[in-house]
């Protein structure tokens, strides 16, 4: 049988709790013609993940939506064998199919995986849609030059830690937001950044301004509120602020609008704000990302943390946690055997 979580019958409250998901489970499924049956091995857990189950973006019934690493069972796709390791979208269930038919969101491609590259966990991560967000945001649209201020909130997390490296390796001071001491630390230690204040701070805003003497010349939004309160009054003349993500928004009413109350305040600066779809930039940039991205991480230019959980009973309980910042780095569930993991050492 394939197990799965799916949203339960109940009211999708503000954030989730307990009630909120189902465990169900079907036949296994078989293959069509330009189909593969995969075994799940890692469900990448993310914030806009919370966001389609609010807008009742997933039919009814269905596993939870989520961006998974995988090992071909059964392969009807030619150029696909069983064994071979691939991205696909399984969600919150055991195995999925992929292929013709297979509803997915549109610029989530299935692809076979090179576990050459990195530890095959990475596809949801570093080299895959978080590290290409990072690499949009902060690169492409926040375009940082050497010397210039950057902040980044959220910046222990599985997007922020890779978006302040990108700017470090560009020669700017940054400066991260996070939780917790341990979180802070691993920002100024670990990742290099020259400054981490916390959001739990009651002195967030004049701890912030402290470490940017200089004013903030970029922004990478990931959290909203009192974060944004803090680097609003810090901008720069001619700075640039990317919108990628309000996690400090989630649990608004539905209709309430933070990016655009964000975007005029800050234009009201004369920031310029783009706001930031992952999907806009895979296209014409997910190959050059990868090829540049897999470099830096096996140069050890950029480090990467990932916070893994074990089994599908853990799926409800670690996505909690993680809306409410319980993850140190990016958060992952392992729901099966990952026969890869002994052959490097990580
Ligand atoms: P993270 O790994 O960063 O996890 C979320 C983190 O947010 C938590 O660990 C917590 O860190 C922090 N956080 C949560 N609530 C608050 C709060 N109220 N105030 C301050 N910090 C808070 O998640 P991701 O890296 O996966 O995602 C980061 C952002 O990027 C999200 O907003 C997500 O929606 C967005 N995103 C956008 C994409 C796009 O295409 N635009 C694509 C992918 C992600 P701490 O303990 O430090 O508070």
Known sequence: MNRYWTLSDRPVGAWPEAGTFERREDPIPTPGVGQALTRTIYVSLDPYQWGYKRRGVEPKGAPCHARTVAQVVESRIPGLSAGDFVFCTNGWAEYGLMGEGVPRPGYMVPRKLDPSLGPISWAVGVLGMLGLTAYAGMVLQCAPK??????????????????????????????????????????????????????LSPTLAADLAAACPNGVDAYFENVGGACFEAVLPLFNPGARMSIC??????????????????????????????????????????????????????????????????????????????????????????????????????
């Open 146 to 199: 050497a010397g210039e201020t950057v902040v980044v909130s959220a910046a222990s997390g599985g997007v922020g830690q890779i978006a302040g490296q990108l700017a470090k390796l560009r020669g700017c001071r940054v400066v991260g937001i996070a939780g917790k001491p341990e979180k802070q630390r691993f920002v100024t230690e670990v990742l290099g950044y020259d400054a981490c204040v916390s959001h």
């Open 245 to 346: 993500g309000l996690i400090a928004h989630y649990g608004d009413a539905p209709g309430a609008d933070a990016g655009a109350a964000e975007r005029a305040a800050a234009e009201a600066r004369g920031v310029t704000v783009t706001n930031l779809f992952v999907g806009d930039y895979v296209a014409d940039h997910h190959d050059a990302f990868l090829n540049e991205m897999s470099g830096w991480v096996s140069a050890g230019k950029v480090v990467y943390r990932e916070d893994i959980r074990e089994g599908l009973e853990a799926l409800p309980s670690a996505f909690a946690e993680m809306l409410k910042g319980g993850n140190f780095g990016k958060m992952l569930v392992r729901v099966g055997d990952d026969s890869t993991r002994d052959l490097r050492v990580v």
